[in-house]
Nanobody, 125 residues
Framework: QVQLVESGGGLVQAGGSLRLSCAAS????????MGWFRQAPGKEREFVAT????????YYADSVKGRFTISRDNAKNTVYLQMNSLKPEDTAVYYC??????????????????WGQGTQVTVSS
């Protein structure tokens, strides 16, 4: 059974940092792209960041560029999202995603094969 399990969410003050982790099990994801999406209350799910299978290509949403960093450790079958300088508008449920190819996940999520269950991130002002 394939599972993506996120961890690291929580409550943080504006300007603070959090590091999300996504541990994959059930199969290896070292040969596919991974990514992060988020969904705030009353809003549609939106793309946050994606990384290619090797870690060599990364794309970010404009809203998080320069503040968030996506990385992966293929030996551990894990992808990370380091979030710095957090803002109240970053409050959302963050979802890990595994793509179906080596290239980066599309921003609309159409190339996602597996989703995690989500982890809540709340940034207070």
């Amino acid at each position: 059974q394939v599972q993506l399990v996120e961890s690291g969410g929580g409550l943080v003050q504006a300007g603070g940092s959090l590091r999300l982790s996504c541990a994959a099990s059930g199969r290896t994801f070292s040969s596919v792209a991974m990514g992060w999406f988020r969904q705030a209350p009353g809003k549609e799910r939106e793309f946050v960041a994606t990384v290619s299978w090797s870690g060599g290509i990364k794309y970010y949403a404009d809203s998080v560029k320069g503040r968030f960093t996506i990385s992966r450790d293929n030996a551990k079958n894990t992808v990370y999202l380091q979030m710095n300088s957090l803002k109240p508008e970053d409050t959302a449920v963050y979802y890990c995603a595994a793509g179906r190819s080596r290239t980066v996940i599309t921003t609309n999520g159409d190339t996602v094969d597996y989703w995690g269950q989500g982890t809540q991130v709340t940034v207070s002002s």
